[in-house]
Nanobody, 124 residues
Framework: QVQLVESGGGLVQAGGSLRLSCAASGRTSSTYSMGWFRQAPGKEREFVAA????????YYADSVKGRFTISRDNAKNTVFLQMNSLKPEDTADYYC?????????????????WGQGTQVIVSS
């Protein structure tokens, strides 16, 4: 089992920045890859970004490419999502997820473990 705990959400004005963190514990492994997803009210959960746990390869949704950066600190078992130039349409609950292989995918069904989410609200 892997436990994931997100933090760092909050209220920010359009154009501002936030940094989300996801602390992993339990049976973490260097073969795992990690992802961030988000879900806005009334919408389906959508992929945001993913990173391999050890290799550092990344993958982004087109909607956040160039504005968001995913990174990880292996020593602290933590994955980050730096969000810059935030827009009102980025408002959502953001979820961290872990996949038990190093292959990066964007489908939510490919991730076995999920955090509880952290809320991000971007005001216009």
């Amino acid at each position: 089992q892997v436990q994931l705990v997100e933090s760092g959400g909050g209220l920010v004005q359009a154009g501002g920045s936030l940094r989300l963190s996801c602390a992993a514990s339990g049976r973490t492994s260097s073969t795992y890859s990690m992802g961030w997803f988000r879900q806005a009210p009334g919408k389906e959960r959508e992929f945001v970004a993913a990173i391999t746990w050890s290799g550092g390869s990344t993958y982004y949704a087109d909607s956040v490419k160039g504005r968001f950066t995913i990174s990880r600190d292996n020593a602290k078992n933590t994955v980050f999502l730096q969000m810059n130039s935030l827009k009102p349409e980025d408002t959502a609950d953001y979820y961290c997820a872990a996949r038990t292989t190093p292959v990066l995918v964007s489908g939510a069904g490919g991730y076995a473990y999920w955090g509880q989410g952290t809320q991000v609200i971007v005001s216009s």
